[in-house]
C-alpha cells in the first residue's frame, strides 16, 4: 500500500476472538497509517483493503473539540449502551469516567481526556477494536488499569483488539502475541506477525538495539545497561528478551 510517498508492506495474519495484538516498532513506521487504514480513516493511494468487521478505533491524538459534558458526549455516542451494565461496571467504573460525567469535555486534562477515549472506545458495540497510544498522558498506575481492562473487555466478549503502544511493559502485559513493524522511517514499513511474544519482542529489541531483563521484585520490563554483563550476554544469545 501506497500513501503520500510513504509505503506499507502488511503482512496476512490471523487475530482470534478474545485476543489481544500488541503492536510494536519505531517512530514513523506505519503502525498508525496502519491503524487508520484499517478503521477507514484513510484510503491507500495503491492496493485495497475489505472491510467486513464493525471496529472502534481511538486515535493516537484525540480531539478535545466537544461542546459539552463528558456524560453527553457518552450518551450521544453510545446512547442506550450507556446504561449497560457491562459498560458501567467493566468500562467506565474501573477507568474512574463516572467521576467526570459533569465536567466539561475542553475543561479535561491529558490523562483525563485519555481516560474517557478509551472508555468510550471500548464501551461501542464492533467486532474489532483498534487503540492506539493507550497509556500516552496516563500516570502508571492508570496506565495498568487501562491494560486490565482492555484485556478483560476482550476476554469477556470474545472480542479482538489491536494495540498499539511504546510502552513496553503494557504491551508485555497486555498482549498475547505481537504485530512488529521495521523499515526505513518516514519512507517505507513492513509488518511482521502476529508471532508469538518471545519472537515478536526479540525482534523489536534487535531492532531498537537494547536488551530487556525482567525486574526481580516488581517482574517488569527493565532495559538493560548497554554493554553491561547482562546486556552482552543477552546479545551473545540473541535473547534480546528477558533471560530466566
Known sequence: MELEGFTLKVENGLIRNGEVIGVLGRNALGKSTFAKMLAGIMTPTTGSLSRTLKISYKPQYI????QGTVSELLYQALKERMDSAMVKNEVMKPLEVDSLFDNNVG?????????????????????LYIIDEPSAHLDSAYRMSAARIIRRVMENNKRSAFVIDHDVYLIDLISDALIVF?????????????????????????????????DATTKRPRINKINSRLDKSQRESGNYYYSG
Not at 475543561?107 to 467486532?127: C, K, Y
Not at 519472537?199 to 538495539?209: E, H, Q, V, W
Open 107 to 127: 475543561d479535561l486534562s491529558g490523562g483525563e481526556l485519555q481516560r474517557v477515549s478509551i472508555a468510550l472506545t471500548l464501551s461501542l458495540d464492533a467486532d
Open 182 to 214: 521495521n523499515g526505513t522511517p518516514g519512507k517505507e514499513g513492513f509488518s511482521w506477525g502476529p508471532m508469538s511474544m518471545k519472537d515478536g519482542m526479540n525482534m523489536f529489541l534487535r531492532d531498537a538495539g537494547v536488551t530487556f531483563r525482567r
Open 63 to 66: 480531539s478535545s473539540d466537544f
